[in-house]
């Protein structure tokens, strides 16, 4: 057995999104965390996606893992790689995008990827280049205050061509609108110039259909999960992928209801309020973290008596920007991220082992501290909460069933999420 799709995500949230993505589509698909070591077992997999935690860190590790990835998957006959990264391009001018692409396109002896970060089902478009989050630009969406990778520039010829060497180009909505064979012979054309690297406008789904009919032979494809939605009918049409049914079922769930929620994002903002508004929660301030134990302490015994009264119950780091700068410019940003994740990670591991068995976590970098801390392998994608956040499950944490974990990435779903997302769980 061999699998139809191989994925590489930068980061665990984008990792289930796409994932998600490809469930809906009809993959059964299966996320792992890191690079396993061996074969698994793939007689109910097409799609696998390895979540990495490369956004972030230093642009030579995040190709060493991308690579050492990459080969795992070929390992597994994957026919089509794909690169996913945030539908907001998060990265700097060090990477890890243009990097990671290259080193890739140089393993599959390629000379050419397309990179279609838009999602539009959540508002990310591409025009002429430009992103846009809603009806703003990328710089004026929230994302040019992120605390790891601020986005100044909306312009993602240029914030890419700033990142590698290889010729940047565009393959713009003009030219898609025409169709699939046109967008393919200027992506030809492109190639045959040396351009290595092809934004690609997208409005809308149909501009997603377009562009899986003109990429789905590519030996590697980048971007986020909106692309992973239309690939599977591609492979389906060229023989590779069977008809399932049921691709996302899960086992039903069981166990205590927790939010861990690391994101300063927006919209994670927003569904902090929302429960906040209907129940109480328990602020995490790093400033207090770094002073010892005892605000750890503090969250614990709050959540525990709010299990205990049956409740959901949410542990927040998340602030507003200016709380966010206060913390960093006390504590330097990459310590009071550090010092968050590293307590959300603490909380994660004793309360499950105090008998939580349904956990929602927000935020990218935080659900990778949450999962590592768990010592999760491996996830099995289920039915979507909000578009890009289904549930998943795992048995590798033991207890009295597997443990349904959605990872939420911090600009994804509605204000209600983390109250809902409880409600829609079988
Ligand atoms: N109050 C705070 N002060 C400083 N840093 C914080 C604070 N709260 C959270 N952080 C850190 O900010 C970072 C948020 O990144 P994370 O990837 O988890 O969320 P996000 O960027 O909203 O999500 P995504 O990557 O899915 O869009 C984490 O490293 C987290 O530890
Ligand atoms: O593509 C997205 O926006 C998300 O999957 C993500 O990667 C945010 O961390």
Partial sequence: ?????????DDFTGATDLANNLVRSGMRCVQVIGVPEGKPDLSDVDAIVVALKSRSCPAGQAVSESLAALAWLQGLGARQIFFKYCSTFDSTDRGNIGPVSDALLDALNASQTVMVPAFPVNGRTVYQ???FVGDRLLNDSGMQDHPLNPMKDADLVRVLARQTTGNVGL????????????AGERLKALESDGVRHVICDTLDESDLTTLASAVADKPLVTGGSGLGQELPAEYRS?????DVSEAGRLEPAVG??????GSCSRATLGQVADFLGK????????LKLAEGDDHLEAALAFARERLREGAPVLVYASSDPDQV???QATLGAERAGELVESVLGHLAVTLVNDGVGRLVVAGGETSGAVVSALGIRTLRIGDQIDPGVPWTQTADVGGAGPLSLALKSGNFGRPDFFTRAFEVLP
């Fill in 171 to 182: 393959l713009s909505w003009p030219v898609l609108r025409q169709g699939s064979e046109a």
């Fill in 238 to 242: 060229r023989g590779w992928l069977a």
């Fill in 1 to 9: 057995m061999s699998i139809v799709l191989g994925a590489i995500a």
């Fill in 129 to 131: 280049g430009h992103l």
């Fill in 325 to 327: 700068r206060q913390a």
């Fill in 256 to 261: 205590g209801a927790l939010v861990l929620s």
């Fill in 279 to 286: 129940g109480e929660g328990f602020a995490l301030d790093p």
